[in-house]
C-alpha cells in the first residue's frame, strides 16, 4: 500500500473521506468513529479495527473483497462501507459516490506501508 | 537573475501553485455538504433527512474524534438537559424483565427493518449488564451491578433515566444514541431499561 497524496484533488478527497468517518448523523448520533475510533474495542464479540490507526486501518483495508462466510457471498469494499452506513442507521450509500470514493481514499491511505492481501475469507 | 526576472518567475510560481493548492477548510467543508447530498439515497425508514444535523450532532462531527472544550461541553450538555422530559406520572422504573428484551434487541430503524416490527435498545452490543450474558461489548463501561454499586435513591433513578433517554445531558460527544430524545425507544420501554439497572431484583444487581 502507497497511497500518495501527492494531487490535490487526492488531497481533498482524503479530508473529505475523513470528514465523513466523523460525520455523525440519524437517529441513534453514529459515525464511523463511533465504533472504530479507538483501539481494542469490540461489538458483542465481534473485534472492531480502529480505522484511525495504522494498524487497523492496514488489517481492514488490505482484506477487502472477502468472501464472507455466514453470507455464501464474495463481497466488495464497497459493500462493507454500505452496510456500515445500513448499521450505522443512515439513508443507503450509493455505489460509486463521492462519499464512498472519499472514504476509501481516507482509509487507503491510512493502510499504507503493507502488502495488499485481498481476496480474504470472512466470518 | 535580476529583479525583474525573478518577479516574473515568481508569479509564475504562484500561478502555478494557485492551481494546486490544498484545498481550505471553508472548500473542504463545502464540498462535504455536496458530497452527503449526492451521495446517499432514502430506502424505506431511511429518509435523507437522517443526514440534517441537530447542534449536538454538528458539534461533535466537528472536533473529529478530540474530546470538546470545556466550553462546548457545557454548551453540548446544557442543551441536551433541558431537552430532558421526563414521565408525567413519575414514575421512572418499569418491568426489568421486558427492559432486558429491549437491551437484547438489535433490530430497529435501519432501512433493512421493519418500520412495525421491533425496535431495541442494543445495550449489550456495548455495555456488559446481567452476568448471565457472556456476549456483551465493550464500546462502553460495564453496567453490572449499576444500581448495587450506586444505591437505588431517587437520584440515582433520574439519572439513570436521564441518561437513557439523553446521553449528550451527561457526557457530551458521548458515543451512545439519545435514546428518549431522538425517539428511539417510547416511554414505557425507557422505564423498562432503567428499571434493568435500577431494580434491585435485576439480575444486573445480582
Redesign the interface.
Known sequence: MTVALS??KE??MY??G???F??????????C???H??D???????D?PNL?GTEGAQKAYTTWPAYRVSQGELRSFQWRLYDC???Q??????FA????V?LTMFLARNANGVAFDAPAIKR | MNGRESLVSLALLSITLGCATAPSSEEIAANAAAMLKSSFKANGQASLDRLNQDETQSLCSQLAGKPPSKEVAARIEKINRDAIKYPADGKLLGDWKNGEKIAQEGRGKQFSDDPAGPVGANCYACHQLAPQELSFGTIGPSLYQFGKLRGYGADTQRYAYGKIYNSEAYAACSNMPRFGHSGILNEQQLKDVTALLMDPQSPVNK
Not at chain 1, 466523523?22 to 459515525?31: Q, S
Not at chain 1, 481494542?40 to 465481534?46: D, P, T, V
Not at chain 1, 442507521?89 to 450509493?94: D, V
Open positions: 494531487h490535490p488531497e481533498q479530508r473529505l475523513e470528514k465523513m466523523y460525520f455523525r448523523g440519524g437517529p441513534h448520533d453514529f459515525a468513529a463511533t465504533c475510533g479507538e481494542g474495542k469490540r461489538i458483542r464479540l465481534q472492531l484511525t452506513f445500513r448499521q442507521r443512515f439513508p443507503e450509500l450509493i459516490s463521492d462519499a464512498s472519499a
